[in-house]
């Protein structure tokens, strides 16, 4: 009898760690000042090893990283969103091409300008996939807010 709770226990515990969701990438976002009126916000993406994000330019395969901002009537876009951060180009199988990923830490930086000199909230969403040598996770989109002041 103890034999046959023990095997339960175990099992439960099993099932337990494999229903956890995985979460290998934690985002941060901030805005940091450039000059009168004018900012980058910056949203980093820390990836947990082995896990890599793909780049936003990726054209053929997997989910790229998109950035998406929401209309502010205070703020304007300057330019597209930058990615700095350690790309990896290299073929990949599974899409029959060569994509571009980071592994680590990566930061998306978008310039804007607020029109008049005020405090207001930039929001969007992000859009990526995570994946590691053995398989990928669903694409996710997850909301952001960032304070300028």
Known sequence: ????FLALFILMVALQSQSQKLAPVKWTYQAVKTGDKKYNVIITANV???WHI????????????????????????????KEIGQLEKKFDKNF??????????????QAI?????TKTKLTGTIE????NEERCLPPTKQSFEVDIQ
């Open 96 to 109: 029959d091409a060569v994509i571009g990923s980071f592994g680590g830490k990566v930061q998306f930086i």
């Open 54 to 81: 793909y780049s936003q330019f990726v054209k053929k395969g997997p989910v790229p990283t998109t950035v998406q901002f929401a209309k502010n009537p205070l703020v304007l876009l300057n330019g597209t969103t």
């Open 1 to 4: 009898m103890k034999k046959i």
């Open 113 to 117: 300008a607020l029109k008049v000199t």
């Open 48 to 50: 947990d090893a082995p």
């Open 128 to 131: 990526y996939m995570v994946c």
